[in-house]
């Protein structure tokens, strides 16, 4: 198997984990974890790394904004750009939504959270 036929089986089973556990739509969960990930990147850069619409994005965040899980600012650098942060209750709502993945993965080995983190380093280099 070529490692790109890997990365979209990699790809397939881990949303359908992810999905078990997300009753409000797995790209919600997506958007608030990558928000909280690059907290200091401005939304276009997000954007990038979701690989999703800006239509899209803007009703999601809109979504988040409504619920009270994110909030939108200016960028303090640049003031044409945007970023968002999370709110406590975002913060709750994504720690909540991870511990119950966690329960269903179970244990890991040292190996293979170390293979995860030299994925994750080599795709974010990539992308």
Known sequence: MKKAQYLLEIEALTENLMKKESENG???????????LYENLSVSMIIEKLGIKKSNF??????LEKEGLAVSKQ????????????????????????SKIDTHIGETSL?????????LTFLNKRI
Do not use: Q, W
């Open 26 to 36: 797995l790209l919600k969960i997506k958007v608030l974890s990558f928000i909280d």
């Open 58 to 63: 803007a009703l999601i965040s809109a979504e």
């Open 75 to 98: 960028a303090e650098i640049d003031r044409r750009c945007r970023t968002m942060s999370l709110t406590e209750k975002g913060k709750a709502f994504l720690e909540e939504y991870f």
């Open 111 to 119: 190996e293979l959270d170390h293979a995860i983190e030299v994925i």
